[in-house]
Structures are given as structure tokens and as C-alpha cells.
């Protein structure tokens, strides 16, 4: 199975963006990016709160469609799937 994961703004400063990865199948949502954000202290914090919860503002995307940070703990990854983590969104 394999997954793209990809970073937008201050995200993308601290992880990278477009990350391929092959998780094995079962594999939620949420861990999937807990997953690859442990490998960075300030993007893991940036993104999760001390419990391992998605901070409140944080977005995400799965092929171009919203889930809920509640349910991304709920949501098994596919193959093929096309995953967004976006900050929050800011301007004028």
C-alpha cells in the first residue's frame, strides 16, 4: 500500500512535503501523520498536543475531501490515498 502525505506552510517548513509512505493496512489516519511527525520534535508539537491530540486548528485533507481531526483516529488509510495537513489558514 502506498500512501503520498503532503505538508503546506510552516508544515512543510518543519516535515517536507510530498512523503510516500507504506503503512500497513488497518493504519488510521491519525497515525499515519503522528507517525511521520515524530521524527521531528518541533513538527510532532506543532502539529499534536501533549496527549497525541491534533491541535484544534490544524487541517486535514483526504483525496481533496475534510476529515475531522476527531475522526482521524476513526479512518483507516487506502492505498492510494492523497493526504493534506495544513495549518491554519490566515489573511486578508
Same mark, same amino acid.
Given at each position: 500500500?502506498?500512501?503520498?502525505v503532503?505538508?503546506?506552510?510552516?508544515?512543510?517548513?518543519?516535515?517536507?512535503?510530498?512523503?510516500?509512505t507504506?503503512?500497513?493496512? =488497518?493504519t488510521?489516519?491519525?497515525a499515519?501523520?503522528? %507517525?511521520?511527525?515524530q521524527?521531528?520534535?518541533?513538527?510532532?508539537? /506543532?502539529? +499534536?498536543?501533549?496527549?497525541?491530540?491534533?491541535?484544534?486548528?490544524?487541517?486535514l485533507m483526504r483525496? =481533496?475531501?475534510?476529515?475531522?481531526?476527531?475522526d482521524? %483516529?476513526k479512518?483507516?488509510?487506502?492505498?492510494?490515498?492523497?493526504i /493534506?495537513? +495544513?495549518?491554519?489558514?490566515?489573511g486578508?
Amino acid at each position: 500500500m502506498s500512501v503520498k502525505v503532503r505538508f503546506f506552510a510552516r508544515f512543510r517548513e518543519l516535515l517536507g512535503t510530498d512523503i510516500i509512505t507504506e503503512p500497513q493496512a =488497518g493504519t488510521t489516519l491519525s497515525a499515519l501523520v503522528l %507517525g511521520i511527525a515524530q521524527k521531528n520534535k518541533e513538527g510532532r508539537d /506543532a502539529i +499534536f498536543d501533549e496527549q497525541g491530540s491534533f491541535r484544534e486548528f490544524v487541517i486535514l485533507m483526504r483525496n =481533496g475531501k475534510r476529515v475531522e481531526t476527531s475522526d482521524a %483516529g476513526k479512518t483507516a488509510v487506502a492505498d492510494g490515498d492523497e493526504i /493534506a495537513v +495544513f495549518p491554519p489558514v490566515a489573511g486578508g
